[in-house]
């Protein structure tokens, strides 16, 4: 609860000065597309837009394509980069935005996505970034859509899928797939002491 709390208490407003949104699909969540385009077209200080691919085997899979992201409003393209392959988890997801990261030498990212999963997928990249030695500054962006609202993947809300999340978690920490509350912690002071700038407005 204490890791949740404070992934969720890092200013949102901060993603407004990123060099990257980073969005990770899944579970036919259009709105997790809609909300970091809207962002991205409305900020020209994002040099990257990066979209995560999902998992085929969902039912309510589509095939991201520039052609699709266009039919929800993208229209800036340049600095668009899309994942190729499948990723049937969070990790593959989580690794291929830190390939970006790494090879593109990007500087900050806001990872976009529905709220119930915001925790984990944060984790999942912070657990990417300290295998590849990266520490830049990731904010949280929950994607703006109501909790009761029906998942398309399965008809749930994210009342009902918070428990299997926070399961998740606390599996996947043993496995050494998702970062610790230490290693949170750890992460927080560096963003803090190194970026407040940043998170309470006032970027350099």
Do not use: C
């Amino acid at each position: 609860m204490k890791a949740l709390t404070m992934i969720l208490a890092l200013p949102q407003s901060a993603a407004a000065h990123v060099d990257a949104i980073a969005i990770a699909s899944g579970q036919g969540e259009e709105w997790r597309f809609t909300h970091g385009i809207r962002n991205w077209e409305s900020n020209l200080h994002h040099r990257y837009l990066l979209v995560a691919n999902g998992n085929p085997a969902e039912k309510t899979y589509v095939e991201i394509t520039l052609d699709y992201l266009r039919s929800l409003g993208l229209h800036r393209t340049e600095g668009v980069h899309l994942q190729p392959e499948p990723a049937p988890n969070t990790g593959l997801q989580a690794a291929w935005i830190v390939e970006q990261v790494q090879g593109r030498g990007i500087t900050s990212i806001a990872l976009t996505v529905s709220p119930y999963h915001l925790p984990r997928a944060y984790l999942t990249v912070l657990k990417e970034l300290d295998r590849s030695g990266i520490r830049i500054p990731v904010i949280p962006v929950p994607v703006a859509v109501a909790p009761h609202a029906s998942i398309p993947e399965t008809g749930a809300t994210a009342y009902d899928l918070v428990p299997g999340e926070v399961k998740r978690i606390l599996a996947y920490m043993n496995k050494d797939w998702v970062a610790t509350p230490q290693d949170l912690e750890r992460y927080l002071h560096w963003l803090w002491n190194n970026h407040e700038p940043l998170l309470v407005g006032t970027p350099e």
